[in-house]
């Protein structure tokens, strides 16, 4: 375990080196990474190596959904499935199916969940917006920060956060990795427009320093 030398620290906050703060970052991330490698072995030895490799992406598959292509056609296709029939099987109609893949109706939420039960997998991988809102092209995106520290009465609310708006996030990130002197102090997260998390603090850090 990292030893950490405290720089100042008041009643609500702690102050600490940035570069002890880095490393304690990598070593979270270590930890999750070792975490994530132990759950996936647990998993398979419940389930067996290849009913559990059956819902790992390869990377050109990755690749395809981090490019914006259909969530639905790539784990249709994962499968080895056409796309009639896995609207047979979903109980929707193949048109219905058809202008899912192409993005042309964003699909209700009882077809996401038909359609995840027949593929196998949980409804939220079908969720394109979870690969959309990181293309460097989306947007607008708002930057949240708060602000420098004041004093708040017992029971009162803290200041709300300030935001500045951007076209896209490919924006966002370049006046970040700009002001990040000024913001890294300032917890700062991206969002899109309806406040939806796109990358949060502990995110957002590592995408600058990596």
């Known amino acids: 375990m990292s030893t950490i030398t405290i720089v100042s620290e008041t009643d609500e906050t702690v102050t600490i080196r940035w570069d002890e703060l880095r490393k304690l970052l990598d070593d979270l991330e270590a930890a999750e ?34 490019n914006g292509e259909s969530p639905v056609k790539v784990w ?9 029939t896995l609207a047979h099987e979903a109980n929707i109609s193949n048109s219905y199916l058809a ?23 949980p409804a939220d991988e079908l969720d394109s917006r979870r690969y959309r809102t990181r293309q460097p092209d989306y947007g607008p995106v708002l930057l949240s920060w708060m602000p420098a520290s004041i004093n708040v009465a017992p029971g009162q609310r803290g200041a709300a956060p300030e935001r500045k708006k951007f076209a ?43």
């Not at 990474?33 to 990755?62: F, P, W």
């Not at 202008?99 to 997998?121: F, N, T, W």
Request: charged share 35%; aromatic share 6%.
């Open 33 to 66: 990474d070792r975490a994530a490698v132990t759950g996936r072995r647990t998993h398979e030895a419940l389930v067996g190596k290849e009913a559990a490799r059956r819902n790992y992406l390869t990377a050109s598959e990755a690749e395809r959904l981090l």
């Open 76 to 84: 249709r296709e994962k499968r080895c499935l056409s796309q009639r």
């Open 99 to 121: 202008e899912i893949e192409m993005d042309r109706k964003p699909g209700s939420d009882d077809a996401y969940r038909k359609l995840a039960a027949v593929l196998q997998i």
């Open 168 to 210: 896209t996030l490919k924006e966002a990130l370049s006046y970040v990795r700009e002001e990040w002197s000024s913001l890294c102090s300032k917890n700062p997260w991206i969002t899109d427009g309806n406040h939806a998390p796109i990358f949060m603090q502990d995110e957002l850090v590592r995408e600058i320093e990596s």
